[in-house]
Every structure is written in structure tokens, then in C-alpha cells.
């Protein structure tokens, strides 16, 4: 008798076992731009990195191109645990942190390497916990590039951009900078933008190379504007309580194969920045201009006032913070 009830007790231990085996940790990375974009290719190295560490106990599943959420959604996706991980615009926090909205001020970063400086520095990092009593945590940043402007006609000047309607992501200070030269700004989802262009409903947008060529924005525009003017990245953010949730080791291994991914996809993206505008040069559908020091000039002059207009809830010291990351 004591036997045949030891054998039900490991009968009963191996089906819980296999059980457990059975059901891994699923977790849904949702994004809304290409697989193969920089950030694309990070969501999908995050997988292979997770999957090969963690055999069977958990999985991840990519959701790119808006397929689960669009990028008006997938924050409330993932503080209602529909999603575990997504990976929106800095410029979408601003409705849970106003101090991110320092990413969003114009021609504020010379180049995208600044960026990295900032981002790394300690006033960059502090960042990625700043949400965390509204339920979400930042696990790292994720680069896409810097801005460039497109448009039905050429943007030399901004007087050029009055009266334009522009889709902009939902920034108060993006509303702000296209207002400072007389442009119309439009809140359009990004999965929009590319018939908003086609059928006219907008003008033209803001984008990276990568995201212009990608979403072929390019050919629906007459002219794209190497003008640099301010920088789409992203945070990689999770739901703190279900982050805080995880088995120990099974948080050390995903923080450390997200850490390896976004350094993967910020590769690709200083990499891949050069050829996306070259690919759109040599597609000739739209003409990229770059614009020339006066012009530069002349577009940071009449955005600069968008600095003090938004430096009490951003922060002086913050904005002053990010500067010093130019070199």
C-alpha cells in the first residue's frame, strides 16, 4: 500500500511537472513599426536571446505593425496586462511624466550620438523610473534616429511650412513647435499616416529615415528635408507590478537579453540610417534636400521659443542636462 501511494505521489508530481512545462511564461511584445526596423530587430533579438536562455519556460511572442495595438492603445494594454512589454515614442509619456517631453523640444541634440550621451548619463537614466508609481517601468531606450521633415513641396524656410497640415504624434510639444511656424498640426495614430499623406488629409509629417522608407511615406511626398530638427526614440517599458512579479531568475535573464537586444538595435540604427536615406534617394519618388547652415538657422530660430514655453514642467536643469551631452 505504501508503495502504490508513493507511485501516485510521483505520478501526481510529474504531471505537475509536465504541466509547468506546458505552460510557459507568455510574454507579448507589441510594437507598431516594421520587423525591420532597429526597433523591430531588437524585439525580435529580445526573443531569440529569451527563448535560447529560457527553453519551454518562457515565450515570447512579437506582435510588430500595430497587428495587436495601435500606438493610441497599447499603454492601456499594458497597465490592463494585455501586453507585457511595448516599446512606444518618448514622445507618448507625457500623460504620465511631463520631464520626458525634454526628448520632443527642437534641434535641442545635434546628432543621434548625443542622444546616447544623454540618455546614459545619470539625468538619462533616473528617466527610466520615473513612471514607476503610475505602474510602469522603463527598461531601457531604444533609438530610431533623428527627424527628418517631409512635405508635399520643399520646406527651404519656415515660412514654407504656414498653413501646412502636419501629422504629429500626441505631444503638446511637437503641437507646439509646428504651431511656432504657422503650420497645423493633426494627432494622427501611426498606423495613419501613410493614407493621411496619400489622400491628403495631412501635408506632411515628421519621421526618421528608417521610418520614412519602411512606411514608404517617401512616395507620397514631394520633398523629404535632411533638417535633423529632434529625435524619435523610444523607451522599452513594462508593467511594473508584473515585472516585480517574475521569478527572480526569470527577471535576471529578461533584463539582461533586453539590455544585449537594445544594444543590437541601436546598432542597427546608426548603422542603417545612411542607407534608408539612400534607398529613398534612389527610389526618386520624393526629393530629399538637405538644408543648408542659414536654413538650419532660420528653422531653429523660430522653434526656440518652444524651449521656455515648456521649461517649468520639463525642468531647467534637465533641458540644461541634455545640452551638455553636445559636444
Known amino acids: 500500500m505504501k508503495f502504490k501511494f508513493k507511485r501516485i505521489l510521483a505520478a501526481a508530481a510529474m504531471a505537475v511537472g509536465l504541466s509547468a512545462m506546458a505552460d510557459p511564461i507568455v ?38 505593425n500595430s497587428q495587436l495595438f495601435g500606438d493610441g492603445k497599447e499603454m492601456e494594454a499594458l497597465l490592463l496586462g494585455d501586453v507585457q512589454i511595448i516599446a512606444p515614442s518618448l514622445s507618448k509619456f507625457s500623460k504620465y511624466t511631463k520631464q520626458l517631453q525634454v526628448f520632443d523640444l527642437p534641434f535641442l541634440f545635434d546628432d543621434i550620438e548625443a542622444v546616447d550621451r544623454f540618455q546614459a548619463s545619470k539625468e538619462g537614466q533616473a528617466l527610466l523610473s520615473s513612471m514607476s508609481s503610475k ?81 514608404k511615406f517617401h512616395e507620397v511626398q514631394a520633398a523629404v528635408m535632411e533638417s535633423n530638427h529632434g529625435v524619435i526614440d523610444y523607451m522599452v517599458v513594462t508593467n511594473s507590478k508584473w515585472w516585480d512579479g517574475l521569478p527572480a531568475d526569470v527577471r535576471g535573464v529578461m533584463s539582461k537579453a533586453m539590455t544585449e537586444a537594445i544594444k543590437v538595435g541601436n546598432q542597427n540604427a546608426f548603422n542603417e540610417a545612411s542607407d534608408y536615406r539612400a534607398k529613398i534617394v534612389a527610389d526618386n519618388k520624393a526629393k530629399v534636400m538637405k538644408l543648408t547652415p542659414e536654413q538650419t538657422a532660420a528653422w531653429r530660430k523660430a522653434m526656440l521659443p518652444v524651449w521656455k514655453q515648456f521649461e517649468g514642467e520639463i525642468g531647467a536643469d534637465l533641458i540644461a542636462a541634455a545640452q551638455k551631452a553636445n559636444k
Open 27 to 64: 510574454v507579448k511584445f507589441s510594437h507598431v513599426v516594421s520587423d525591420n526596423t532597429p526597433k523591430g530587430q531588437a524585439a525580435l533579438k529580445f526573443k531569440e536571446l529569451v527563448e535560447k536562455a529560457l527553453p519551454g519556460k518562457v515565450e515570447v511572442q512579437v506582435f510588430p
Open 135 to 215: 505602474g510602469l517601468m522603463g527598461l531601457g531606450y531604444l533609438h530610431n534616429g533623428m527627424k527628418q521633415l517631409s512635405a508635399t513641396k520643399p520646406l527651404n524656410m519656415p515660412a514654407d511650412a504656414k498653413g501646412l497640415k502636419f501629422r504629429i504624434q500626441p505631444s503638446n510639444v511637437i503641437q507646439a513647435q509646428f504651431e511656432a511656424v504657422g503650420a497645423n498640426p493633426q494627432k494622427l495614430a501611426f498606423s495613419e499616416v501613410y493614407q493621411a499623406l496619400q489622400t491628403g488629409v495631412v501635408d506632411g509629417q515628421e519621421n526618421t529615415w528608417s521610418n520614412i522608407y519602411t512606411k
